[in-house]
Nanobody, 122 residues
Framework: QVQLEESGGGLVQAGGSLRLSCAASGRTFSSYAMAWFRQAPGKEREFVAA????????SYKDAVKGRFTISRDNAKNTVYLEMNNLNPEDTAVYSC???????????????WGQGTQVTVSS
């Protein structure tokens, strides 16, 4: 079992950057694939990015490729999402998630954080 807590959200102008962090409890963090999802008002939750247990494999939603970077520091039990060149379409609640198996691009994850709000103004 793992507990997740996101931080780093906020208000940013279009073209700006933010780095989200997700801190995980426990000492088995490296056993989990990790991912970021987002949900805008009135929209379905969607996959953003995922990273394998060792960090050797990543996957991204097409719309964020080249702008977002997912990474993890297993020594700190933390996964990050570096977001650059943000645009208003990126406005959403961003949540991190943990999975007991390999990365997935769907919501087939076992543990979820509470989410952090990212708002991008025009």
């Amino acid at each position: 079992q793992v507990q997740l807590e996101e931080s780093g959200g906020g208000l940013v102008q279009a073209g700006g950057s933010l780095r989200l962090s997700c801190a995980a409890s426990g000492r088995t963090f490296s056993s989990y694939a990790m991912a970021w999802f987002r949900q805008a008002p009135g929209k379905e939750r969607e996959f953003v990015a995922a990273i394998s247990q060792s960090g050797g494999s990543t996957s991204y939603k097409d719309a964020v490729k080249g702008r977002f970077t997912i990474s993890r520091d297993n020594a700190k039990n933390t996964v990050y999402l570096e977001m650059n060149n943000l645009n208003p379409e990126d406005t959403a609640v961003y949540s991190c998630a943990a999975r007991n198996f390999g990365i997935a691009t769907t919501a087939l994850y076992d543990y979820w954080g509470q989410g952090t709000q990212v708002t991008v103004s025009s």
